[in-house]
């Protein structure tokens, strides 16, 4: 049973544009959310992150979303560009005893932007 | 530069034969997490450490998987016997405990064929 969710394997978008990713989770223990990108040959590297008391948070092109009633977050990337091409993993954690708990990684979403 | 480190980056075995991925993490991160990668099941937790001491290895198969850190700048991932099936790029990954984000090793490649 996925605990993360991202229900599009591929998206394609146009340089200059939104990127939109999403995710989607289970576990109402989940106090922190992460974004990964990755490319081929490569480990994930850390993009983006929010705690669960905020409801978004910014990064230069980079804006997660978060809405715990709908247990729901979202990654914006804006604008587009070629070199955002990679597959992009949502991750989710849940602290006990002020202590980092798992990382439970959804399955990615390929994210393709064309010149 | 501090980085976590994977040897090796790429394994072919024979079937049914021990192989033994390596991992350093980064210096004094205190958690280490195992990961599988495949194509269907996308990034697994396999195993998770913190201060050398496994907290969860519910999503290893306990049969043929083994993990251990026999030190704080070394940990291991054991396959014996290997099988085409566990063929998948296998990731470790260190953090400090307290900060939530995992650093991620450039990943050991398998295959077994």
């Known amino acids: 049973d996925q605990q993360v969710k991202q229900n599009s394997p591929s998206l394609s978008v146009q340089e200059g544009r939104i990127s939109i990713l999403n995710c989607d989770y289970t576990?109402?223990?989940?106090?922190?959310f992460l974004w990964y990108k990755k490319y081929p040959a490569e480990g994930p590297t850390f993009l983006i992150s929010?705690?669960?008391?905020?409801d978004k948070n910014e990064d230069g092109r980079f804006t997660v979303f978060l809405n715990k009633s709908a247990k729901h977050l979202s990654l914006h990337i804006v604008p587009s560009q070629p070199g955002d091409s990679a597959v992009y993993f949502c991750a989710a954690s849940a602290h006990y005893g002020g202590s980092q708990g798992n990382l439970i990684f959804g399955k990615g979403t390929k994210l393709s932007v064309k010149p | 530069d501090a980085r976590v480190t994977q040897t090796p980056r790429h394994k072919v075995t024979e079937m049914g034969q021990e192989v033994t991925m390596r991992c350093q993490p980064i210096?004094?991160?205190?958690?280490v997490f195992w990961y599988r990668q495949t194509m269907m099941q996308g990034l697994e937790l396999l195993a998770y450490f913190r201060n050398r001491a496994p907290l969860d290895d519910s999503g290893m198969p306990k049969d043929r998987f083994s993990a251990e850190m026999p030190d704080a700048t070394l940990a291991t991932l054991k396959i014996q016997p290997s099988e085409p099936r566990d063929s998948a790029v296998y990731f470790c990954?260190?953090?400090?405990?307290?900060?939530?984000?995992?650093?991620f090793g450039q990943g050991t490649r398998l295959t077994v064929v």
């Open positions: 210096l004094g991160h205190n958690t």
């Open positions: 576990n109402s223990m989940f106090d922190y």
């Open positions: 990954a260190s953090g400090s405990g307290v900060s939530t984000e995992a650093f």
């Open positions: 929010i705690s669960s008391i905020k």
